[in-house]
């Protein structure tokens, strides 16, 4: 279970800021560094998947909803949940990303805010969701200071969706290297590390 923990004490102010600047750097580009429109059409569609099903065991009816999407990159996830609920919202700590998900779908809701400082009233969100972005918290007490923020601004019945890469899957280590999307200072979480956070 730790094999995937950072070798050495991390300073996670420059870690984040670090993050923050090279998805800046690479906004513009993202869909190449990722491998390409296949790819990332791919990735799109088994995080919406994930979500989709979920949402609808758990609520009735989803144009009544308002989602949060933690990491919302160029905006694509965020902008199908956006036409089929009230409305959601796509947070991403990269100014430059949200500039690139206003362009590609002006119709949707992009906010530029780290994860556990949402700008956003308590209880003003029906569900919130994250697909392949919490190994980028760093630390286990930073991914608690998110949780904590997701709940805060969730209503009571709603639903925290959260899906990352799973660092035991040998295909990870391959597709870790063919692209060009993470530093190399990112942190893959163990079930034993986020589950009592869950619990919490």
Same mark, same amino acid.
Request: aromatic residues 12%; charged residues 25%.
């Given at each position: ?10 300073? !996670? ?14 906004? +513009?580009?993202?869909?190449? +560094? ?6 990332? +059409? ?10 989709? $099903? ?8 989803? =144009? ?9 990159? /160029?905006? +694509? &996830? ?9 409305? &959601? /919202? ?5 100014? !430059? ?8 779908? %002006?119709?949707?809701?992009? &906010? ?7 700008? #956003?009233?308590?209880?003003?969100a029906d569900f919130v969701f994250s ?6 918290? #760093? &630390? ?7 949780? $904590? !923020? $997701? ?15 799973? %660092? ?10 063919? =692209? ?12 034993? !590390?986020? #589950? ?5």
């Amino acid at each position: 279970d730790d094999r995937f923990l950072p070798k050495k004490p991390m300073n !996670e102010e420059r870690a984040l800021l670090e993050q923050q600047n090279h998805f800046d750097s690479i906004a +513009e580009r993202y869909v190449h +560094e990722l491998g390409g429109e296949a790819i990332h +059409e791919y990735y799109q569609k088994m995080g919406s998947d994930y979500v989709l $099903a979920a949402l609808r065991a758990h609520f009735d009816d989803l =144009q009544k909803l308002v989602g949060v999407e933690l990491g919302c990159g /160029i905006g +694509e &996830t965020t902008a199908f949940f956006h036409e089929l609920t009230q409305k &959601t /919202i796509g947070v991403d700590f990269s100014s !430059e990303m949200i500039q690139v998900a206003r362009q590609r779908f %002006p119709q949707g809701v992009f &906010t530029e805010a780290w994860f556990h400082q949402l700008p #956003l009233a308590n209880n003003s969100a029906d569900f919130v969701f994250s697909f392949g972005t919490f190994h980028h918290l #760093l &630390t286990a007490e930073h991914y608690q200071r998110v949780l $904590a !923020e $997701a709940f805060r601004v969730l209503r009571p019945g709603g639903a925290v969706l959260i899906s990352d890469i799973n %660092p035991w899957n040998p295909l990870t280590t391959i597709i870790s290297r063919s =692209q060009k999307i993470d530093l190399g200072n990112e942190r893959f979480f163990s079930r034993r !590390e986020v #589950l009592p956070l869950y619990r919490d």
